[in-house]
């Protein structure tokens, strides 16, 4: 039987198989752990999740409906709470019950369930990382916007205010400030912020590297269309070209401001130099192909010159995530 100080647990036992539920009963609780499905005989049930602060229904349920097969089948934690809203007498069907139903039945139906389970816990986990991406992104949208328009200076760091931070998100995004404490302390822990108090005991938000904190926010929304960050994929030799490159064009920057570097083609192969032949066409195509590299011709006298292009933000940009991709793809969810 259900255990009381948990769930509410039933009224009284019908049967072996029936079980009667008062209105206001927990039937399971979100994250425990058992083993049962039931089948509703009359009354109604309410599934709700908790999101950060607030609760949400996910669905009524009514009388022939099932509700907590995910658990009885994959034998996973539950992913909802269940709570009576109508007095409810329910069928209970526990695991062995199903195992021995299901052992007479044929071998392929078994396999057939097995497989509806696997993609609808994978349906439910990978909603739960998404809204997870929402709401680091959301948060750090948020802080960065601040940062530009509300900055303030603490250790030489850009910071916004902690209490700031929170009501801001709150108004734009509607998240409460417990999940923003959420979000934060997940990218403290990615050494991305610091909190730190002042003389006034105010607590402030430091961000360690904006470009940092706006390429892992790009990284998560790419990541929920199942896409990639320019130089994901790259190989060694070619974020060794873009580290050159980069090279020339802060020599190149230095002397006229601009962001768009253009260099020769006997500067690209100087650049080249030191891979074998077989990585220098693969990291130059690399660059190439995703279009960080643009080729250009022109002619002096009877020559034609071949003119390489690049903006030097995005080599920046391709470079820093080659050193922060292991962070990134760190513990996602929080």
Not at 109 to 128: F, G, H, N, P, Q
Not at 149 to 164: A, C, G, K, M, W
Not at 259 to 264: A, P, S
């Given at each position: 039987?259900?255990?009381?100080?948990k769930?509410g647990?039933?009224?009284?036992?019908?049967?072996?198989?029936?079980?009667?539920?008062?209105?206001?009963?927990?039937?399971?609780?979100?994250?425990?752990?058992?083993?049962?499905?039931?089948?509703?005989?009359?009354?109604?049930?309410?599934v709700?999740?908790?999101?950060?602060?607030?609760?949400?229904?996910?669905?009524?349920?009514?009388?022939?409906?099932?509700?907590?097969e995910?658990?009885?089948?994959?034998?996973?934690?539950?992913?909802?709470?269940?709570?009576v809203?109508?007095?409810?007498?329910a069928?209970?069907?526990?695991?062995?019950?199903?195992?021995?139903?299901?052992?007479?039945?044929p071998?392929?139906?078994?396999?057939?369930?097995?497989?509806?389970?696997?993609?609808?816990?994978?349906?439910?986990?990978?909603?739960?990382?998404?809204?997870a991406?929402d709401?680091?992104?959301?948060?750090?949208?948020?802080?960065?916007?601040?940062?530009?328009?509300?900055?303030?200076?603490?250790d030489?760091?850009?910071?916004?205010?902690?209490?700031?931070?929170?009501?801001?998100v709150n108004?734009?995004?509607?998240?409460g400030?417990?999940?923003?404490?959420?979000?934060?302390?997940?990218?403290?822990?990615?050494?991305?912020?610091?909190?730190?108090?002042?003389?006034?005991?105010?607590e402030?938000?430091?961000?360690?590297?904006?470009?940092?904190?706006?390429?892992?926010?790009?990284?998560?929304?790419v990541?929920?269309?199942e896409?990639?960050?320019?130089?994901?994929?790259?190989?060694d030799?070619?974020?060794?070209?873009?580290?050159?490159?980069?090279?020339?064009?802060?020599?190149?920057?230095?002397?006229?401001?601009?962001k768009?570097?253009?260099?020769?083609?006997?500067?690209?192969?100087?650049?080249?130099q030191g891979?074998?032949e077989?990585?220098?066409?693969?990291?130059?195509?690399?660059l190439?192909d995703?279009k960080?590299?643009?080729v250009g011709k022109?002619?002096?006298?009877?020559?034609?010159?071949?003119?390489?292009?690049?903006?030097?933000?995005?080599?920046?940009?391709?470079?820093?995530?080659?050193n922060?991709l292991?962070v990134?793809r760190?513990?996602l969810?929080?």
């Amino acid at each position: 039987m259900q255990n009381s100080k948990k769930t509410g647990a039933a009224k009284g036992v019908l049967n072996r198989d029936e079980r009667f539920y008062k209105r206001g009963t927990l039937i399971f609780i979100e994250g425990e752990r058992s083993r049962e499905m039931f089948v509703i005989r009359s009354g109604k049930v309410r599934v709700i999740r908790q999101e950060g602060e607030h609760v949400i229904e996910l669905a009524t349920l009514g009388a022939g409906s099932l509700l907590g097969e995910l658990s009885l089948l994959d034998d996973k934690p539950r992913s909802a709470t269940a709570q009576v809203t109508e007095d409810t007498m329910a069928m209970v069907i526990d695991h062995k019950t199903f195992e021995s139903t299901v052992s007479a039945a044929p071998k392929w139906l078994e396999c057939v369930l097995k497989v509806i389970v696997t993609r609808l816990r994978s349906a439910l986990e990978k909603k739960d990382q998404e809204r997870a991406f929402d709401s680091i992104s959301g948060v750090i949208r948020v802080l960065l916007i601040l940062s530009q328009t509300e900055p303030v200076v603490i250790d030489n760091t850009t910071s916004v205010p902690l209490s700031r931070l929170k009501d801001t998100v709150n108004s734009v995004m509607g998240i409460g400030g417990l999940e923003v404490e959420k979000v934060l302390h997940h990218l403290i822990v990615k050494q991305m912020v610091v909190i730190r108090k002042n003389k006034a005991n105010r607590e402030f938000v430091l961000i360690k590297d904006p470009a940092v904190l706006s390429l892992y926010m790009n990284f998560l929304r790419v990541r929920q269309d199942e896409g990639r960050l320019m130089g994901e994929s790259f190989s060694d030799g070619a974020f060794e070209l873009v580290s050159k490159l980069l090279s020339i064009g802060l020599e190149y920057t230095g002397k006229n401001g601009s962001k768009t570097v253009e260099i020769t083609g006997k500067e690209m192969e100087m650049s080249l130099q030191g891979q074998n032949e077989s990585t220098q066409n693969t990291s130059f195509r690399e660059l190439l192909d995703s279009k960080l590299i643009r080729v250009g011709k022109k002619k002096a006298g009877d020559r034609t010159i071949h003119l390489y292009n690049y903006n030097l933000s995005l080599l920046k940009n391709v470079y820093l995530l080659k050193n922060w991709l292991p962070v990134f793809r760190e513990n996602l969810c929080i």
